[in-house]
């Protein structure tokens, strides 16, 4: 669950900032928030593996990379800061709270995709009401 709720916060960071999603795929509304199909099978059907526990190929054992712009990369790096030292369950309960892209989603199907623009809203709010904490 770890790695699925900091992949989808990473994303909504993306779309908030850079106005582009960091992963193609639309997220899905399960019960415990929102889930990746893809990582959930692959974690399904291989576990981890590599030194950190890395998602690999089954094949080759190379760990699984993407390429990325250097703003991707940093915001990942700002997610893992920010994120990286929370649990499962308090990421999980942190992305489907009342009012999130989850929530929306949930409640009109179970497992239904998450929209990309209900995600960089949610996101771009939580940006504006940081800032206006700071101030």
Same mark, same amino acid.
């Given at each position: /669950?770890?790695?699925?709720?900091?992949?989808?916060?990473?994303? $909504?960071?993306?779309? &908030?900032? #850079?106005?582009?999603?960091?992963? &193609?795929? &639309?997220?899905?509304?399960?019960?415990? $928030?929102?889930?990746? !199909?893809?990582?959930?099978?692959?974690?399904?059907?291989? $576990?981890?593996?590599?030194?950190?526990?890395?998602?690999?190929?089954?094949?080759? $054992?190379?760990?699984?990379?993407?390429?990325?712009?250097?703003?991707?990369?940093?915001?990942?790096?700002?997610?893992?800061?920010?994120?990286?030292?929370?649990?499962?369950?308090?990421?999980?309960? /942190?992305?489907?709270?009342?009012?999130?892209?989850?929530? #929306?989603?949930?409640?009109?199907?179970? #497992?239904?995709?998450?929209?990309?623009?209900?995600?960089?809203?949610?996101?771009?709010?939580?940006?504006?009401?940081? !800032? &206006?904490?700071?101030?």
């Amino acid at each position: /669950m770890f790695i699925q709720k900091l992949a989808y916060i990473a994303h $909504g960071w993306n779309l &908030a900032i #850079n106005g582009e999603p960091l992963i &193609a795929e &639309a997220p899905e509304a399960w019960d415990n $928030g929102p889930v990746y !199909r893809s990582i959930w099978e692959h974690i399904r059907d291989f $576990g981890y593996r590599g030194p950190s526990n890395e998602l690999v190929n089954p094949e080759t $054992g190379a760990i699984l990379e993407e390429p990325l712009t250097d703003d991707e990369r940093q915001i990942i790096n700002h997610v893992w800061k920010k994120y990286g030292t929370k649990s499962a369950d308090e990421l999980s309960k /942190m992305t489907h709270q009342p009012s999130t892209p989850w929530e #929306n989603a949930y409640f009109r199907y179970r #497992n239904a995709p998450l929209l990309n623009d209900d995600i960089q809203n949610h996101y771009i709010k939580l940006a504006l009401a940081g !800032r &206006a904490a700071e101030v």
